[in-house]
């Protein structure tokens, strides 16, 4: 009972606004809080007092501890709690060396494959539940502030085709392809003869149905194959990475592009939408966030800064020709799937279980968070293999498809 009174009193338990806190024989914060913590045991409240605010989300996954209170108020609570990660010091050089080690470790063939599987095999219908129609699992893009998810999607998929400048007959590889809406969305709407690879078995099944479905079979082929993998002696013309790039590892950047690289032709075109670090020495969320969303929901994700992707890309032998930062759009995304998921909480926990509900309420409101405060970005980086033969002649001299202006993409 000390302990808890010493707790009490430090500034670390000064509750942000909004925050009431119970614990067995005890409780603060007023009657009319929007967030309610109910923890089970006293020790959570030294996790409390100590920042360790991953450690708290584990305990809630396991229902060792209750929160009441919709996601975004928890959320504006959590923020407070955990503080601005961005904000904080550099990591000292003998972390970063580690870091790298760890990554190159972590980040083997079957591991990936491992890995990959862990998160996007848990049950297709479950995804069902709080993605659009298509099954889009990446972020959508609000070109009109009125849209639906499913409309902001469809437009997201249509601001890549526009990027990659697609066109009939091109040779368009989709890494990472997810439930194919890139995929068949590329090959139905700009007649591209289209490659998808995926490590996932479920996603693999599902979009092996869809091309059929479609009536695109000949057209569109899916495999169950990693990016290194892949081998293509003539090059593609177009590549698109959407939502993979976070799985490649720190450390695996440059051989990462260096591979994409090799499977363009030269002169073609590579868009790379992934999620980025919002600081440049912030590679996780503080306060344990990081750690566990490692353990329940990417395992082997890792983040880098938008220039430290910029100089892998470049390493890998690609010159960058655009960036543009989705980052409100994610946010507005990720609350949207969050709304649904919460609007078929007993379907969802009937398809899974009540950790992974948990875990993925925690997720979803959270991510959603982090992107509104500019903790973590969302950049679609485009960029070309450069042509030196010098066959393109010379009154531009652009060594690539990309024709240096923005009129073929949206306002």
Request: proline share 4%.
């Amino acid at each position: 009972m000390n302990m808890t009174r010493q707790l009490l009193k430090g500034p670390a338990m000064q509750l942000p606004e909004g925050l009431a806190l119970e614990w067995p024989g005890g409780r603060i914060g007023g009657a009319s809080a929007s967030v309610r913590l109910c923890l089970r045991h006293r020790h959570q409240l030294a996790r409390l007092a100590q920042g360790r605010i991953g450690d708290l989300a584990e305990d809630y996954v396991r229902g060792e501890l209750d929160i009441e209170g919709s996601p975004a108020d928890v959320m504006a609570v959590a923020g407070a709690l955990v503080g601005d990660p961005v904000q904080r010091g550099h990591r000292p050089l003998g972390v970063q060396w580690l870091s790298r080690l760890r990554s190159r470790w972590r980040h083997r063939l079957d591991r990936d494959a491992r890995q990959v599987r862990f998160h996007y095999d848990v049950c297709d219908e479950f995804y069902a539940l709080w993605l659009d129609p298509l099954r889009v699992y990446s972020c959508a893009y609000f070109a009109a502030p009125d849209m639906t998810l499913a409309q902001a999607q469809q437009a997201k998929l249509d601001l890549v085709c526009r990027k990659l400048q697609l066109a009939p007959g091109q040779r368009f590889l989709d890494i990472g392809a997810g439930w194919g809406g890139l995929l068949l969305w590329a090959a139905a709407h700009y007649g591209v003869r289209a490659l998808g690879i995926t490590l996932s078995r479920h996603q693999f099944e599902h979009v092996s149905r869809r091309i059929d479905e479609a009536g695109l079979r000949g057209q569109v082929d899916i495999r169950l194959l990693d990016y290194r993998a892949v081998v293509d002696e003539a090059g593609f013309d177009r590549i698109a990475s959407v939502g993979m790039f976070e799985h490649v590892g720190r450390d695996r950047l440059p051989h990462y592009f260096a591979t994409l690289h090799r499977l363009l032709r030269p002169g073609g075109l590579l868009l790379n939408h992934g999620i980025a670090a919002g600081g440049v020495d912030n590679p996780e969320l503080g306060a344990g966030m990081g750690r566990f969303i490692e353990k329940r929901i990417f395992p082997g994700g890792e983040l880098v800064h938008v220039s430290q992707a910029a100089e892998s890309l470049a390493r890998g032998g690609l010159e960058l020709l655009d960036a543009e930062n989705l980052r409100p759009h994610y946010a507005r995304t990720l609350w949207a799937w969050s709304d649904a998921l919460e609007a078929q909480l007993p379907r969802a926990r009937a398809l899974t279980n009540e950790a992974t509900v948990r875990a993925y309420r925690l997720y979803l409101a959270g991510s959603a968070m982090c992107f509104e405060r500019g903790w973590l970005a969302l950049y679609q980086l485009l960029a070309a293999r450069p042509d030196t033969s010098g066959t393109r002649g010379r009154s531009w001299a652009t060594g690539s498809d990309y024709p240096f202006t923005r009129a073929h993409m949206p306002a």
